[in-house]
C-alpha cells in the first residue's frame, strides 16, 4: 500500500523559499504524477503542479514564477520549492499521487497526512 | 482557468436522508470529475472518480453522475459519519481546479 509523507520546515520567513519533501513508500515510484495540493485555514484546495519521474512537470499558472519542482528517484522523493513566499502562502500543503497516464491526469489518490507551513518573521 | 462552483455550500439534513450535492463546471469536462471527502484535520479522501466510478472500498451509499458542465454527488441514505466537506475537482485542463467545497452536517 502506497503512503505518502510531507517534510519540510514549519516556518518559512517572507520574502523566503518554501521547500518541502514528499517521501513514497510501500510503491512504485514510476508511471504515476506526484503531485502538491495545498489548502489555506478553512479554506478550499489549490492544485500546485506535478512531476513525473522523467522530471517532466505542470506548474499553475497563477504560482508558476515562483515553483520549482523536482524528483530524487534514488529515495523516492520529491520536493517543492516555493520562492518568494508571503503570508498569502501560509497553509496546509499535501502531496499526493496523481492516478493519471503521462498523457492525462486523472484523481489523487493517496495523500499524504499534509503538513502545516506558515510565513511568519 | 476551469472554474468549478458547487451548491449548496452548506447541508444540514438528518440520518437516513437523501442528500444531494451539485457540481458546475464553467466548460465541459466530458466525465474528468472527482469528489472527494474531507474530514477536520485530515486530508481528502476520494469517494468517486470519472464522475461515476465508486472508489474501492467506498461504502455503497455514495454515488456520482453527470457530463460535460452539470454534475452531481449523492449520499442515499446518510449516516453519522458521513458528515465532513466535499469537494469536486476536474481534471480536464491544467491547472486542475476544485469546487469550494460543501459542509455537511447532520440535523
Known amino acids: 500500500q502506497v503512503q505518502l509523507q510531507e517534510s519540510g520546515p514549519r516556518v518559512v520567513k517572507p520574502s523566503g523559499t518554501l521547500s518541502l519533501t514528499c517521501t513514497i513508500s510501500?510503491?512504485?515510484?514510476?508511471?504515476?504524477?506526484w503531485t502538491w495540493i495545498r489548502q489555506p485555514a478553512g479554506r478550499g484546495l489549490e492544485w500546485i503542479g506535478r512531476?513525473?519521474?522523467?522530471?517532466?512537470?505542470n506548474y499553475n499558472p497563477s504560482l508558476k514564477s515562483r515553483i520549482t519542482m523536482s524528483v530524487d528517484t534514488s529515495k523516492n522523493q520529491f520536493t517543492l520549492n516555493l520562492s518568494s513566499v508571503s503570508a498569502a502562502d501560509t497553509a496546509v500543503y499535501y502531496c499526493?499521487?496523481?492516478?493519471?497516464?503521462?498523457?492525462?491526469?486523472?484523481?489523487?489518490?493517496?495523500w499524504g497526512q499534509g503538513t502545516l507551513v506558515i510565513v511568519s518573521s | 482557468d476551469i472554474q468549478m462552483t458547487q451548491s449548496p455550500s452548506a447541508l444540514s439534513a438528518y440520518v437516513g436522508d437523501r442528500v444531494t450535492v451539485t457540481c458546475q463546471a464553467s466548460?465541459?469536462?466530458?466525465?474528468?470529475l472527482n469528489w472527494y471527502q474531507q474530514k477536520p484535520g485530515k486530508a481528502p479522501k476520494l469517494l468517486i472518480y470519472d464522475a461515476s466510478n465508486l472508489e474501492t472500498g467506498v461504502p455503497s451509499r455514495f454515488s456520482g453522475s453527470g457530463s460535460g458542465t452539470h454534475f452531481t454527488f449523492t449520499i442515499s441514505s446518510l449516516q453519522p459519519e458521513d458528515i465532513g466537506i466535499y469537494y469536486c475537482q476536474q481534471y480536464d485542463d491544467i491547472p486542475y481546479t476544485f469546487g469550494q467545497g460543501t459542509k455537511l452536517e447532520i440535523k
Open positions: 512531476i513525473y519521474v522523467n522530471g517532466n512537470t
Open positions: 466548460q465541459g469536462i466530458r466525465d474528468y
Open positions: 499526493a499521487r496523481d492516478r493519471g497516464t503521462y498523457a492525462h491526469g486523472s484523481d489523487f489518490d493517496p
Open positions: 510501500g510503491g512504485s515510484f514510476d508511471t504515476y504524477y
